[in-house]
């Protein structure tokens, strides 16, 4: 099967750390075919950036969808444009953030997210909440910007050592789950190095897409994800009048 992978913002350096990390966690029946966003900012930090990346990021799910994959992946620990994707397209959608969670619930009690920027602490504890998980989560924040992610020489590998550490002693976590794509390459040595399971939500969406597409199930078009009603869109939105015709 393929799946497509998105990175819903326009760092291509941080899409080969997703797709690396999307490739690792895939079955050998599983093509990844991850992408970058060409529309919207270099990376989303809060719900300004989410909310002018989700264009752009329905563009890439429509192109996966056209061209045969199986389910797509949205690379973004807000969810960013979930809903709106799991109405548009007729394959199974799947956020990291989601993904994450319910692995996790499976295996612990307690559980810390990790994050990068303060703007990201509010976002995710109301997914947090939206997914039934709030009694059993807390967010915690590194203080870093996603793109220092990308520098090693940024510090933002010990900030995020920091914050594990914290959680672990005072919030007593039993299990540590990532709060950021960009993070994604660092579940294994994290794991190994803290003892306690580490989760990056780009490999827990991989797997729960593939068992989806095993199992022949896909997002249900009645009520909240039914199609979008075709209508005409005006301005930059204009594309968007026939991807809306497209999904009834």
């Known amino acids: 099967m393929r799946i497509l992978v998105v990175n819903p913002n326009t760092t291509a350096s941080m899409t080969q750390t997703i797709a690396a990390a999307a490739r690792a966690a895939a079955g050998q029946q599983t093509t990844i075919e991850a992408v970058t966003s060409c529309t919207g900012p270099a990376s989303i930090e809060g ?28 690379a973004c620990f807000d969810d960013t444009g979930l809903d709106a994707a799991r109405a548009m397209a007729a394959i199974p959608v799947l956020g990291i953030c989601e993904s994450a969670l319910s692995l996790a619930a499976c295996i612990a009690k307690r559980i810390a997210i990790v994050t990068t920027d303060e703007r990201a602490r509010i976002p995710i504890e109301e997914l947090a909440i939206r ?22 020489t940024s510090g933002a590998s010990g900030r995020l050592r920091d914050e594990i550490r914290y959680a672990l002693d005072h919030d007593h976590a039993e299990a540590i789950v990532l709060g950021c794509a960009g993070m994604a390459d660092l579940a294994h040595r994290l794991q190994g190095e803290f003892g306690v399971p580490v989760i990056d939500g780009v490999g827990a969406a991989v797997k729960q897409a593939e068992a989806l597409v095993a199992l022949g ?28 015709a497209e999904a009834v």
């Open 217 to 244: 199930l896909a997002t249900s078009k009645r009520g909240a994800y039914a199609a979008p009603a075709p209508k005409r869109f005006s301005g930059t939105m204009a594309p968007f009048s026939t991807l809306a």
């Open 131 to 152: 997914y039934g998980m709030g009694g059993r989560v807390r967010v915690r924040v590194a203080g870093i910007p996603v793109l220092a992610l990308e520098d090693p």
């Open 47 to 74: 719900y300004f950036d989410e909310a002018l990346s989700v264009p752009g990021l329905l563009d890439l799910i429509r192109e996966g969808e056209r061209a045969g994959c199986a389910a797509a992946v949205i």
